[in-house]
């Protein structure tokens, strides 16, 4: 008689893949404050926020007794529509408070905060990296990364999909799903775009969605970048609008 093993079909495979998440920073040790602020978002952009994947960032309040809250607070995000994962940062006794919410953490600390960046050097991609070049759409559901240098398309991003690039994005044809530049903290990358309808934009992790974006500025080539840590969303020069 043959083995089952040797008759299935293997039921499941796990593969390494590199997947964005959302990082919450939390700032105040206060369950009500977060809770106001989590509602504010959500009120701002609700299709952007719901059902999204967020990792909390707790080394900000590590040394507060928010860790006793952090069930009621995962709980409260799960009831906004969020999908708490896990948490970043804090000592056992936060790691207690994550399993005890049936959420993971995650190794590593924050990123450098906006306030300080600018007194911290971005990093930068090795000397000789070449672009990434994509010379297709990228259609939704898709996902590019340029690891350590700048991300080229030379076509469009369609609705739900997502490029992201340790530099600068270059998009010569239609944005329409979600580009983030400068992933790993570079906050002097920008996202150039000849057709601007995107989904979100973010540079150095500060972003806007699309409720939040200028009419002015759809349809139009445009470059997105940091300016004192605003996101600014402008014309690009000499090509004038459509």
């Given amino acids: 008689m043959t083995r089952q093993s040797e008759t299935t079909e293997a039921a499941l495979e796990i593969k390494g893949r590199m997947m964005t998440l959302t990082v919450m920073r939390l700032l105040s040790p206060s369950v009500d404050a977060l809770g106001r602020a989590v509602e504010s978002r959500m009120q701002e952009a ?9 990792i909390l960032d ?3 309040v590590a040394e507060s007794d928010l860790h006793l809250d952090l069930p009621g607070f ?6 906004q529509e969020l999908l708490p994962v896990g948490i970043r940062g804090g000592d056992e006794r936060w790691q207690a408070a994550a399993e005890q919410a049936g959420i993971g953490v995650f190794a590593g600390g924050s990123e450098v905060p ?18 990434t070049v994509i010379t297709q759409q990228v259609r939704s559901g898709q996902q590019v990364y340029a690891r350590g240098g700048d991300l080229i398309i030379l076509s469009s991003v369609s609705p739900g999909a997502e490029v992201l690039a340790d530099g600068h994005i270059h998009i010569y044809g239609g944005l329409h799903g979600r580009a983030l530049a400068g992933v790993r903290g570079d906050d002097t990358a ?23 974006f200028d009419e002015a500025s759809l349809g139009q080539a445009v470059q997105v970048f940091l300016d ?6 402008e014309p690009l020069p000499g090509l004038g609008g459509k």
């Fill in 46 to 54: 609700p299709e952007f926020f719901r059902q999204l994947p967020v």
């Fill in 58 to 60: 707790v080394e900000a």
């Fill in 74 to 79: 995962v709980g409260l995000l799960r009831a």
């Fill in 114 to 131: 906006a306030s300080r960046r600018s007194e911290a050097p971005a990093p930068a991609a090795p000397e000789g990296t070449p672009s």
């Fill in 190 to 212: 920008r996202v150039f775009c000849m057709d601007f309808h995107a989904e979100l934009v973010t540079v150095a992790g500060t972003y806007r969605v699309s409720e939040q």
């Fill in 228 to 233: 004192g840590g605003d996101l600014r969303i």
